[in-house]
């Protein structure tokens, strides 16, 4: 939603981008380990430029 990666993510994987926000959300909030992932995560998005 900020950076682009849920929308990134959804057409690599077959979830929806909405259960990726989730997904992303549940992690921060239940094991805090979603921001780091999130932005390792648009970092590869970055550079990988397919």
Known sequence: MILG???WLSTK???TAK???IF???AVLLAG???GAYLIL???KIFSKE
Request: glycine fraction near 6%; include cysteine; hydrophobic fraction near 60%.
């Open 5 to 7: 990666v849920c929308e």
């Open 13 to 15: 994987t077959q979830f």
């Open 19 to 21: 259960n990726i926000r």
């Open 24 to 26: 992303f959300v549940l």
């Open 33 to 35: 380990f979603g921001i």
């Open 42 to 44: 648009w970092l590869v």
